[in-house]
């Protein structure tokens, strides 16, 4: 194992330590947690937060900002963050108006954010809670009963929190959120495992001339492996599977993000995006946005997911608002 | 080699295309080039181009837009690019106001650019070059006279570019971008080597337990390898051969990148920051402004470098100055 860090054991405090460090006037780590919370935290509206396993990065704490989330809840790397964290985050941002919590839908998130989000209602605080399921690939997996959620939910924070900005109230921040969750559909793929430092070693093998399609942000299985082919037909191939769940018709708006999973190369990113961006065209989609970077990692895995959300006029404007938060940064023309 | 391309002579073609298709409000290509274009220029400002070899993105062309580059020229892959593409780049964005060149200290890129500026100077345009070296490294290298280029010359793509954008003249912008790249040095390291697509092999090697302190963005080689370290002993040792060659002294303002090569990941990234912010306030440095992430990759190196810049008044206020580009954005508070 060859990594910049000292001892395993101690690199999710470090790392938090360091981003709060990096960021100080985006966010602050809430004492004796694994919170980190937005600095100047806005009077009157719905608080945002999300959360789960670290090794991501920078979901999830890189979108605590203006127009994204109030608050992240870091678990140990690939863990659920525990419910007493959860809580911890909950009433350190809730200022009235309640807090919407953005989950992934795997099985020990699920269950915690659920915990915390009864914990937090006895003490009487709003919450409500959207569950993003994004990836097509497969249907209950190693963590999951239903589909996982992975790199569109960097999407599903956009949007949820510029609605919150916006000063609505819980339940329509709850109900745009839901609505571009039916919207959003993506699926990725590995040329690579990772390795969870605590671990020591791979958390999977593929052979020197083998893909896996439809890997989770875990290493989980995806659908098949093959032989590797080219970018394009890669492209074509998470394509094809996200077209067949969710067709895109002939004057469709769409926001595209294809994300890097680790230890892929920006260059090669490029090049997925040229395929897509491409195929999107065919059908006759208009791209309304696109992200090309890393939003949702697997430590250093190599590999990518392609995201479509399909977009109607209210989450095409909530997706323009403005964002300022360490990993996303949108300006408003 | 297992990468996400096409056929590997056509990685930097599909690449530049996905780049202008990803960013059509910012950028655009230039017609039978290799050279992207700011898509809204400004007219009235001096114009700030940079370029040289690919596989370092989002150097350079991510860089392009309001506060930062208006051209940037793409080279093959680790290749300096060609007099008449840094010409036709030159030509494309003057609007009579002159244009700045900002070049890393490589042997091939200093010639190219300097003929090219030679080229534009015979049709009447003003041409002003300035040369990073930010790199304490080494001296002398594989492609360098002197000291090397690296991850420092995106902060001067930030100054240059924010005085540009403050409407001085070409004489004012270059003399501020010369002070700050008298007052920026890095220093970088690799724990894997990179695979250009053509030659299909990894550019050199190391042992299972062995980096090496030192190394070039093209994988040139360091100082020396050793036996891999903690994150925090190998952050002190860049720091301290950063700190010999321009000592921090009590009370200086400075801005600290944290820099990956491409493989490793953010979490890494900040653990070596939450060291380097150590290490700077132990010398009762202010760290005005930090910068973790990929600024200027190796392909899939892994990696990191450190820069440190010091800052009077006048950098504080240029760097603080908005920056709209695909791959940094400064919201001006």
């Not at 989000?117 to 959207?130: L, P, S």
Request: some cysteine; overall charge negative.
């Amino acid at each position: 194992m060859k990594k910049l860090i000292n001892q395993p054991e101690n690199s999710l405090n470090e790392m938090l330590i360091g981003m709060a460090k990096a960021y100080p006037d985006y966010l602050t780590r809430l004492d004796n947690t694994n919170v980190l919370v937005r600095k100047n935290l806005t009077e009157q509206k719905v608080a945002v937060v999300s959360g789960g396993g670290s090794g991501h990065e920078p979901t999830h704490a890189g979108y605590i900002g203006q127009g994204m989330l109030d608050a992240a809840v870091a678990g140990d790397i690939f863990t659920s963050p525990t419910p007493d964290q959860i809580y911890e985050a909950i009433k350190a941002v809730d200022r009235g108006k309640g807090v919407l919590l953005v989950v992934k839908n795997y099985s020990g998130d699920v269950m915690n954010f659920d915990m915390a989000k009864e914990m937090a209602e006895m003490e009487g605080i709003a919450v409500e809670q959207v569950i993003v399921n994004d990836d097509v690939a497969v249907e209950d997996s190693t963590f999951t009963t239903g589909r996982r959620g992975i790199a569109g939910t960097v999407l599903i924070h956009k949007i949820a929190g510029a609605a919150a900005e916006r000063g609505w109230d819980l339940q329509k921040v709850k109900e745009t959120a839901e609505k571009a969750i039916k919207s959003i559909h993506s699926m990725g793929m590995a040329l690579s495992p990772c390795i969870v430092p605590s671990a020591g070693k791979p958390n999977f093998t593929l052979a020197e001339d083998e893909v896996e399609i439809g890997t989770g942000i875990h290493g989980e299985p995806g659908t098949h492996r093959e032989k590797i082919k080219s970018a394009d037909e890669i492209t074509q191939e998470l394509f094809d599977k996200i077209q067949a769940d969710a067709p895109i018709q002939s004057g469709d708006d769409v926001a595209l993000m294809v994300n890097g999973m680790g230890a892929t190369p920006l260059m090669e990113l490029y090049i997925v995006n040229n395929k897509a961006h491409d195929l999107l065209v065919s059908l006759g989609a208009h791209i309304h946005r696109t992200f090309v970077g890393e939003f949702m990692t697997s430590i250093e895995m190599a590999g990518m997911s392609l995201t479509v959300l399909k977009l109607d006029d209210q989450l095409k404007s909530l997706l323009d608002d403005a964002a300022d938060t360490p990993a996303l940064k949108v300006i408003k023309k």
